[in-house]
């Protein structure tokens, strides 16, 4: 232990006696395992890991094609599939809009989602206090309930648990508080602060006098693939493309794993972003790589002067080991720091990106980068260590 102390500390003067070299080393390490820990971070987030539901390779985005925006169904079909499905457990629809809060502290506008009663079960989420709307509350005319997300409750409502109940006032209409989401609750599309029932008046749908227009979800049935379901709300909407002229022959059904639609317009950008980095990484490793092999050339001098005085191979081989552990190691450090910095960074100026909020530096992703940079800093670090046979003849 001693003498891992002492090559530490002899390290340490080492670096310090050229701090240019030291600076450079660690800002190049630095700024590839930042760079590629962070991007990897947020491509693992948004595009790897599993939505935040229960069994969620079972959730599916339902809509056509041709509406202006893939994967957003028209009312009066949302109505039909959903009455004349066999092959999902439950079909919701969704939207967004604005309100302004008012009666809970100084009035503030809020982005409240608006879904149908079946919402919850597509998802497979329960609230955390309270209940999800009823059927009854889900229609034109009914009345006007509320469900809290945990951060609303916890910052507008200070997390009072007689939350249940109080009314809160939604552009100068007053609505019940029903329950409180989940800390984790996401929704489907952008970060929200609240949901209301979407109160649909189905009669007018189906008689298509008036048409909504919104994303929906479906969770299949046990057993039942989605080509299966693709293919018996594909005969549906065949029959209505022949009663109605309105459907064009560009539109088409589309249905897809939710997390596929979610990440469709980002998914080539952030693996693009991904290998751009896995550039900057490799650069920064054969920098760094060059930066030991010129210094290496300088310290030859003195490993001949440490050999003469007696140091042995195994001795000198310890000492550059310790200094370029040392070096790797310090340099991961400041590439965490960096990491860390460029995602905050990312989920304030690109909070549309989905899941961002969720982005957190990866672990795994580090212990791979440091893993490298040691590796580099090691094999061309050990290259001024005298070779055997250089080693036995000053031996002799």
């Known amino acids: 232990m001693r003498d891992f102390l002492q090559d ?34 947020v491509v693992d987030t948004v595009l790897l890991k599993p939505l935040p539901y229960p069994q969620p390779d079972r959730i599916v985005s339902i809509g056509l094609t041709g509406l202006g925006q893939d994967s957003l169904a028209l009312g009066p079909d949302y109505v039909d599939w959903r009455a004349r499905n066999h092959v999902f457990e439950e079909m919701a629809g969704y939207s967004w809009t604005q309100f302004t809060l008012t009666g809970a502290g100084d009035p503030v506008r809020i982005k409240c989602g608006r879904a149908t009663e079946g919402f919850f079960r597509s998802l497979g989420i329960q609230p955390i206090l309270g209940r ?56 489907p599309e952008e970060r929200m602060e609240a949901l209301v029932p979407m109160a649909l008046n189905t009669a007018e749908q189906v008689k298509r006098r008036t048409m909504m227009i919104f994303p929906v979800i479906a969770r299949l049935k046990p057993g039942v693939s989605i080509v299966q379901a ?58 760094v790589a060059n930066l030991l092999l010129s210094r290496s050339a300088a310290r ?19 000492q550059l080991l310790t200094e ?5 190691s310090a340099g991961g450090l400041l590439g965490l720091l960096l990491a860390a910095m460029t995602i905050k960074s990312i989920i304030h100026f690109a909070p549309s990106i989905p899941r961002i909020d969720d982005v957190a530096v ?16 090691l094999a061309f670090g050990l290259t001024p260590a005298p070779h055997p046979p250089d080693w036995i003849s000053m031996r002799r």
Do not use: H
């Open 362 to 377: 990866d672990l795994r992703m580090l212990g791979f980068t440091l893993v490298v940079s040691l590796l580099v800093s």
């Open 132 to 187: 999800t709307f009823t059927a009854a509350e889900d229609q034109r005319g009914g009345t006007k309930v509320i469900l809290l997300t945990y951060g609303l409750w916890q910052g507008r409502f200070g997390g009072a648990r007689d939350i249940l109940g109080r009314s809160v006032t939604l552009d100068g209409v007053p609505y019940s508080v029903i329950g409180v989401l989940a800390p984790g609750f996401r929704y």
């Open 324 to 328: 370029n552990t040392l070096l790797g």
């Open 230 to 287: 693709r293919t018996e709300i594909g005969a549906f909407l065949e029959q209505t493309r022949k009663q109605y002229r309105f459907y064009r022959p560009e539109m088409k059904l589309s249905m897809v794993p939710l997390q596929e639609r979610q990440v469709s317009d980002v998914r080539v950008a952030l693996l693009a972003l991904l290998g751009a980095v896995g550039c900057v990484l490799l650069i920064a490793c054969a920098n």
């Open 8 to 41: 530490l500390q002899y390290g340490i003067r080492v670096f310090a006696r050229n701090p240019t070299f030291t600076l450079v080393a660690l800002l190049a390490l630095a700024l590839g395992i930042g760079a590629t820990t962070a991007i990897f971070s």
């Open 300 to 318: 030859q001098r003195e490993i001949a002067v440490r050999t003469a005085m007696g140091a042995g191979r195994a001795r000198l081989v310890r």
